[in-house]
């Protein structure tokens, strides 16, 4: 499985806490709220975004799995700074690998995070099959969906994001990505499996002040069409030297598409 730094996944944070859809987390929070106590895992937690922002929501009593292959972010998500009646256990697996024993652990809630569009077809089929046995409800936030749209407008824009999600349809370590079809396949799957699906968007924005968070998305989307070779390497720079030009003028915006969902099985174990 393709990893993340540290400082991205913080850079990122605040983005992606302002763009999680206020519908399906209350669904979320309203089936685990009554608890008393409530177990959850976390399957590529990263560096616990989501921990840091679900736990807040949830019963008082809590206690997380904390599920990735990055010691390094195992570690960053381990020193979350949280109450003393929730506890935290971290697992360092490779996803790509033996995943099903952690979903035996006691568990109210599953949670995963900007990963079913780095996913292929089979994982996810093999994920929600596993889920599915042992009906287990699942909180998929932040799937990136192929929407991107930049302000002022460049001519080279169009040609750049499909390139983008050409790219994220590749091996990011998982087998061949769903990229942008991810999430649609992820509530189709869940939806055939006879779960219930409230899903919703989830866009990160970015205004001109937030210059770091779209030099950072830039250099990166850069990188990635330069690798599908859609376009001549002087092209790639050209479009970039003139979008970065933008965000260091503070003149431009973005928006990211995004997908959250919360799938509940007919009944619970």
């Known amino acids: 499985m393709s990893g993340f730094s540290v400082e991205w996944l913080a850079l990122r944070e605040g983005y992606d806490v302002r763009a999680r859809n206020p519908e399906v987390l209350g669904a979320?929070?309203?089936?685990?709220?009554?608890?008393?106590?409530?177990n959850l895992i976390d399957l590529a937690c990263g560096a616990g975004s989501?921990?840091?922002?679900?736990s807040p929501l949830l019963p008082p009593r809590q206690h997380w799995d904390l599920v990735d292959n990055d010691p390094a972010l195992l570690y960053a998500a381990s020193r979350a700074n949280v109450s003393d009646d929730i506890s935290l256990n971290t697992v360092q697996?490779?996803?790509?690998?033996?995943?099903?024993?952690?979903?035996?652990q006691p568990c109210d809630l599953v949670t995963i995070?900007?990963?079913?569009?780095?996913?292929?077809?089979?994982?996810?089929?093999?994920?929600?099959?596993?889920?599915?046995?042992?009906?287990?409800?699942?909180?998929?936030?932040?799937t990136?969906?192929?929407?991107?749209?930049?302000?002022?407008?460049?001519?080279?824009?169009?040609?750049?994001?499909?390139?983008?999600n050409a790219h994220q349809r590749t091996d990011k370590g998982l087998g061949p990505a769903l990229g942008p079809s991810g999430a649609i396949a992820a509530i189709s799957r869940f939806e055939e499996l006879g779960y219930r699906v409230v899903h919703g968007l989830s866009d990160w924005t970015m205004e001109a002040a937030d210059q770091a968070m779209q030099i950072e998305l830039l250099d990166g989307w850069a990188a990635a069409a330069g690798e599908m070779n859609a376009l001549p390497g002087a092209e790639v720079n050209a479009?970039?030297?003139?979008?970065?030009?933008?965000?260091?003028?503070?003149?431009?915006?973005?928006?990211?598409?995004h997908v959250d969902f919360f799938a509940t099985p007919s009944t619970m174990r």
Do not use: H
Request: charged letters at 25%; a positive charge.
């Open 28 to 38: 979320v929070t309203s089936l685990l709220k009554p608890k008393g106590a409530a």
């Open 50 to 54: 989501t921990l840091r922002t679900l």
């Open 93 to 104: 697996i490779d996803l790509a690998g033996d995943f099903e024993a952690v979903l035996d």
């Open 113 to 142: 995070s900007a990963l079913l569009d780095l996913v292929s077809e089979d994982w996810l089929d093999r994920f929600a099959r596993s889920v599915a046995a042992r009906k287990l409800p699942v909180y998929a936030a932040l």
């Open 144 to 164: 990136y969906d192929g929407r991107i749209v930049l302000s002022p407008p460049d001519p080279a824009d169009a040609a750049i994001i499909a390139a983008v």
């Open 239 to 257: 479009w970039l030297n003139r979008r970065k030009a933008l965000a260091a003028q503070r003149a431009s915006a973005m928006r990211v598409g």
